[in-house]
């Protein structure tokens, strides 16, 4: 069963999020043509601190350069297993724009620089080029080796065990999408569907997603 929530304006979407008091394991934020949806069960507070997007029916989430989107799944992510999906297209993908971070990551993370790849330093990386304003569906996942893999339209593109980052360890109270560090160009574009799992999927079940 899904909870739905019709939004009108982007502004309200936080206000939505924020209302759903527990937390669940999967957590699945989908932005399609009837909104954006999570569990049931509830889901985790979503914020925009560095500036509201826009929400379009056709399109999903709109976020303008610098301004992402941070998750707190709290208590129930693990660290060191889970899975990130997302549907999205992006307006601009050269020059090292941060797509998937976490606090104490640093400056690493997943970017997008005309392809994606972990952090400017790892050796993990997908060679199939990102084009401006087409969707992809993307997955970064990590098991419990250490092992992150990366997949580009449900197939596995990259996998690697880098060392930065304790491993890409993940901080479930400060997980962030679409904002960098200042340091480097930021990301925008549209998402349709956030999803964090609390495991590990299998090739299969990405290629299902």
Known sequence: MVLEAQLQQAALLKK?????KDLCKDVNFDCSE???QAPAAGGPPLNTPWGSGKFNALHGFHFSRGRGLAVDQGSSADPYTYTIYMHVRFSHVNGWRKIISSRGWGYNGLYVNDRLQ??????IECYEPIIPKMWYRIVLSRDSTGLVRLYLNGYLCSAG???????????PHSVFFFHGDGTKKQASGDVKALKIYNRTLTSSEVREA
């Open 16 to 20: 939505v999020v924020e209302a759903m």
């Open 161 to 171: 065990k880098p060392e930065e980052s304790g491993g890409y360890t993940l901080n």
């Open 34 to 36: 009837k909104g954006i």
């Open 118 to 123: 972990i952090s400017p330093d790892a050796d």
